[in-house]
Every structure is written in C-alpha cells, then in structure tokens.
T-cell receptor
Framework: DQQVKQNSPSLSVQEGRISILNCDYT??????FLWYKKYPAEGPTFLIS?????DKNEDGRFTVFLNKSAKHLSLHIVPSQPGDSAVYFC????????????FGAGTQVVVTP | EPEVTQTPSHQVTQMGQEVILRCVPI?????FYWYRQILGQKVEFLVS????????KSEIFDDQFSVERPDGSNFTLKIRSTKLEDSAMYFC?????????????FGDGTRLSIL
C-alpha cells in the first residue's frame, strides 16, 4: 500500500545551495499534499502544503511544485541552511477517509557548511 | 505559536501492562489523531477522533487500543495489555478541519519501550 513514495533516503547539499526533495504518489485521486520536517526526538512539523488546483505554492525559502500528470511533487529549499538538516516527509490524506494521512518514508537532508 | 503537547516523553513498561499516553491538542482544534512510528519504519496512522467518537481506525488499532477525550483539553491513548511490538514513537496530532484542507499539527511524541 505504498501510495506515497520518497525514493531518496538521503540528500547532502552545501549551505546556500538549493535542496530538491522528491515525492511520487500512485493515487490520482489525491488532491492535497503536505510536507513535514522532523528533527530527532521531535514530532513532524508542518512545513507547507499544496492543493491539486495549484501547481506551485511558495512560503519564504520553501516552494512546493505539483505535477499532476506525472503524479509527482517536489520541495525546493533555497537557500539551504544548516538548520534545514532534518528528515522531510511528504504526506497526503487518503481518499477513503477525511483524517488519515499517508506518509512517505522520508528523506534525510544534511546541509554542509 | 500553539502546540500539541504529549506526556510522558518516554514510557518504559513491562509486557502485559496497561499504558496511557496523554496529549493536549491545540485548543481550537476539533479533529484529533494518533500515529505511531516504529524505529526505521514509516509514520503510520492509528486512529482519528471527532465529536467525541472514533471516526476511523487502522488495522493496528485492535481491541487492545482505546482513545478517550475525558475533558475539554486532554486526548488519551490507552493500550490495555502491551506487547513487545507496541514499542514505537507515538504521535498525537490535531487539526482545525479535515485532512483534505487543513494540516495536522503533531506533538513531539512519546517513546514507548516495552520490556
């Protein structure tokens, strides 16, 4: 039941550069997507979301792009900062319930000086 | 900024014992959830709760699990007879609206260790 997939378990990026995190989904009925950031020993923190009626949503250094035809979304972080080092999850609510989020496996981002 | 708070941060319990994990959701939120993350695995949904009743539960949420909102602020998860495989991080979350248009906000979790 792998409806939300993050195929890159890790990403290393230099401070100041762009981080690009990818997420694929299998269910074309998904219409709302979220990105969460998680530090060790903390809970997931909501970062940014996008509705399927949009193809881009921007909030400061974070931009999410949605390509519905490819069933793909990406999170861009520009510029990357050391504090961005964390695990990033994409998530989507399942179509058969109003409350259940399906999470990807996460991508560990390490921002190096 | 309002937060979801969870207590305790770490709970160690003998197998077969009952455990209660506590959560205080964000005060104006109406929808409440429990998730868990076993070490090395994905965050997985356990249960959603709205209007003082369970709205949905996953296969994991069997008869050993129960949730309650005993007063206007707390939201608890009880495991009646813990098993070794219940060892995980348990996250409480809350949201203003449904998951289709409102983000869920998570607490920092309770690490449950079953011995």
């Amino acid at each position: 039941d792998q409806q939300v997939k993050q195929n890159s378990p890790s990403l290393s990026v230099q401070e100041g550069r762009i981080s690009i995190l990818n997420c694929d989904y299998t269910n074309s009925m998904f219409d709302y997507f979220l990105w969460y950031k998680k530090y060790p020993a903390e809970g997931p923190t909501f970062l940014i979301s996008i509705s399927s009626i949009k193809d881009k949503n921007e909030d400061g250094r974070f931009t999410v792009f949605l390509n519905k035809s490819a069933k793909h979304l990406s999170l861009h972080i520009v510029p990357s900062q050391p504090g961005d080092s964390a695990v990033y999850f994409c998530a989507a609510p399942t179509t058969d319930s109003w409350g259940k989020l399906q999470f990807g496996a996460g991508t560990q981002v390490v921002v190096t000086p | 900024e309002p937060e979801v708070t969870q207590t305790p941060s770490h709970q160690v319990t003998q197998m077969g014992q009952e455990v209660i994990l506590r959560c205080v959701p964000i005060s104006n939120h109406l929808y409440f959830y429990w998730y868990r993350q076993i070490l090395g695995q994905k965050v997985e949904f356990l249960v959603s709760f709205y209007n003082n009743e369970i709205s949905e539960k996953s296969e994991i949420f069997d008869d050993q699990f129960s949730v309650e909102r005993p007063d206007g602020s707390n939201f608890t998860l009880k495991i009646r007879s813990t098993k070794l495989e219940d060892s995980a991080m348990y996250f409480c979350a809350s949201s203003e609206g449904t998951a289709y248009n409102q983000p869920q906000h998570f607490g920092d979790g309770t690490r449950l260790s079953i011995l």
